[in-house]
């Protein structure tokens, strides 16, 4: 894994902008850790159809869950889309640790096949999943999310992509639960 050693936060690290690809070829995943697999193939279709559209580089945060269920959506699809990039986005250095023993081999898997693994901090901090989260929207033109409409940290980044007019796509079956920026007061 890599840890940058300037790095101080992702917009101030020309090394960090240097792994990711351009803005408007750049997708990122949302989802919550509770997902079991119930749309994987809809998530490989989903890849395949953002590929065609000219989506090159796809971001994970690596958390259980959704996170490397999308990850490795997209390792499937490398045979057939020549150009398809995956960065880990992890948030803090040993995160894996705190997943179960079967979570921690299937993140080491998957941040061995990446063609990038960016280590944002080098331990947890209080708000590392926020950074995290904000790095994932910030540099992407395109969120893809499993949100069933529950409060937490996939909200927080569905909300942020919104207010930042990133175009998102929900492929949760209660994806037409309503989700509305909340305006900024300041």
């Given at each position: ?16 902008d ?11 995943f ?5 997902y079991?697999?119930?749309?994987d193939?809809?998530?490989r279709?989903?890849v395949?159809q953002?590929?065609?559209r000219?989506?090159?580089t796809?971001?994970s ?5 959704f ?6 959506a ?5 045979a ?14 040993g ?8 979570e ?7 941040v061995?096949a990446?063609?990038?693994a ?29 949100y069933?409409?529950?409060a ?8 942020r992509?919104?207010?930042?007019g990133?175009e998102?796509?929900?492929?949760h ?12 007061l300041?």
């Open positions: 894994m890599n840890v940058p050693e300037n790095l101080q936060s992702p917009g101030q690290s020309a090394i960090f240097g792994m990711i690809g351009e803005l408007h070829t750049t997708v990122s949302t989802g919550h850790r509770t079991g697999g119930e749309a193939a809809l998530l279709d989903t395949r953002l590929y065609a000219g989506m090159r796809f971001l945060g690596m958390a259980p869950g996170d490397l269920a999308a990850a490795e997209v390792l499937a699809c490398r057939e889309c020549a150009e398809l990039r995956l960065v880990a986005v992890i948030p803090f250095a995160q894996e640790l705190r997943f179960s023993e079967a921690q081999l299937r993140f080491r898997r998957i061995a990446a063609d990038e960016v280590t944002l901090a080098r331990g947890y901090h209080r708000g590392c999943y926020a950074v995290r989260n904000n790095c994932l929207v910030d540099r992407a033109a395109l969120l893809v999310a499993w069933d409409g529950s937490g940290g996939t909200q927080y980044t569905v909300r992509a919104l207010m930042r990133r998102v796509w929900n492929l079956p209660a994806a037409l639960v309503s989700v509305q920026p909340v305006p900024r300041f």
